[in-house]
Nanobody, 126 residues
Framework: QVQLVESGGGLVQAGGSLRLSCAASGRTFSSYSMGWFRQAPGKEREFVATISWGGGTFYSDSVKGRFTASRDNAKTTVYLQMNSLKPEDTAVYYC????????????????????WGQGTQVTVST
């Protein structure tokens, strides 16, 4: 079973930047698409970004142009660079991985992922 560990969250002022990391272990990393999701207090978990096994990326409209997902297969790590942060970006951020390799189907749907990290808190102050 794969293990995912997020890091890099914290408190930042509006307009600032953070880079989240998600380190994976337990299976071959490069064959699996990865997703980033977030959950704010009192809200449902929402899609943020996905990076496919081939390196292609897709973003939610709310973060497009501000966030960038990337991956380093040699380090078995995915990243989420977050720029121009807004207070509404405040949430717990989770990374997740697909159950099957070479699968990019429905990557914005959290039910497409079966392994999740513990989350890292991002707080953006005004």
């Amino acid at each position: 079973q794969v293990q995912l560990v997020e890091s890099g969250g914290g408190l930042v002022q509006a307009g600032g930047s953070l880079r989240l990391s998600c380190a994976a272990s337990g299976r071959t990393f490069s064959s699996y698409s990865m997703g980033w999701f977030r959950q704010a207090p009192g809200k449902e978990r929402e899609f943020v970004a996905t990076i496919s096994w081939g390196g292609g990326t897709f973003y939610s409209d709310s973060v497009k142009g501000r966030f960038t997902a990337s991956r380093d297969n040699a380090k078995t790590t995915v990243y989420l660079q977050m720029n121009s942060l807004k207070p509404e970006d405040t949430a717990v951020y989770y990374c997740a991985t697909k159950a099957r390799p070479y699968n990019d189907y429905d990557s914005s749907n959290d039910s497409s992922y079966n392994d999740w990290g513990q989350g890292t808190q991002v707080t953006v102050s005004t």
